[in-house]
């Protein structure tokens, strides 16, 4: 079972996985807050688009390095 994430490490996640979008070009980032949904499986929603299939695998894959390596985090999930 994940273990919850204090509001400020979630936001900077979040900040983190958006810089790693922008790395790599990513079109229209948007960001949801759910912080205040309290029946929500997270705490940030964050959604973008690509020009190509491999624009995309590529922001997928800056966004995991970028986490993995500055915040020693693994993903829990990737689609």
């Keep these: 079972m994940p273990v919850k994430k204090s509001a400020n490490q979630s936001k900077k996640l979040a900040e983190?996985?958006?810089?790693g979008m922008?790395?790599?070009k990513a079109k229209d980032i948007v960001s949801l807050d759910l912080t205040k949904v309290k029946s929500?499986?997270?705490n940030y929603f964050i959604i973008c688009h690509g020009t190509s299939r491999t624009q995309v695998e590529a922001i997928a894959d800056?966004?995991?390095d970028k986490v993995r390596?500055?915040?020693?985090?693994?993903?829990w999930h990737r689609e």
């Design 40 to 42: 929500s499986v997270c």
């Design 69 to 75: 390596i500055q915040l020693k985090e693994k993903p």
């Design 22 to 24: 922008q790395d790599y």
């Design 16 to 19: 983190m996985v958006i810089s």
């Design 62 to 64: 800056a966004v995991e």
